[in-house]
Nanobody, 125 residues
Framework: QVQLVESGGGLVQTGGSLRLSCAASGRTFSDYAMGWFRQAPGKEREFVAAISRGGSRTSYSDSVKGRFTISRDNAKNTVYLQMNSLEPEDTAVYYC??????????????????WGQGTQVTVSS
């Protein structure tokens, strides 16, 4: 199995930026399609962004498109989420997830096999 550890969360003002990282260990990272999800208090977990195993394909939710960028470095076993123009509505716990040997981009959380512990992002108004 793979272990996923997120980092980079924190408190930022509206309009600010953060870059989240998710480091993977335990298996061949390039075997995994990766995704970012988030969950705000009292809300269900929602899809944010996804990237294919080789990194050539990406997908974003409408709420973050144009502001967030997902990328990966398979040599470093890490997936990133660059978040710009942050808004209070982006406040949530952000989770990275891995889907083993899945093709393309995966937006359905039930298709993911492994999850990190989450990192808190708080955007103040």
């Amino acid at each position: 199995q793979v272990q996923l550890v997120e980092s980079g969360g924190g408190l930022v003002q509206t309009g600010g930026s953060l870059r989240l990282s998710c480091a993977a260990s335990g298996r061949t990272f390039s075997d995994y399609a990766m995704g970012w999800f988030r969950q705000a208090p009292g809300k269900e977990r929602e899809f944010v962004a996804a990237i294919s195993r080789g990194g050539s394909r990406t997908s974003y939710s409408d709420s973050v498109k144009g502001r967030f960028t997902i990328s990966r470095d398979n040599a470093k076993n890490t997936v990133y989420l660059q978040m710009n123009s942050l808004e209070p509505e982006d406040t949530a716990v952000y989770y990275c997830a891995g889907a083993r040997l899945k093709l393309g981009v995966i937006t359905n959380p039930s298709a993911y096999d492994y999850w990190g512990q989450g990192t808190q992002v708080t955007v103040s108004s």
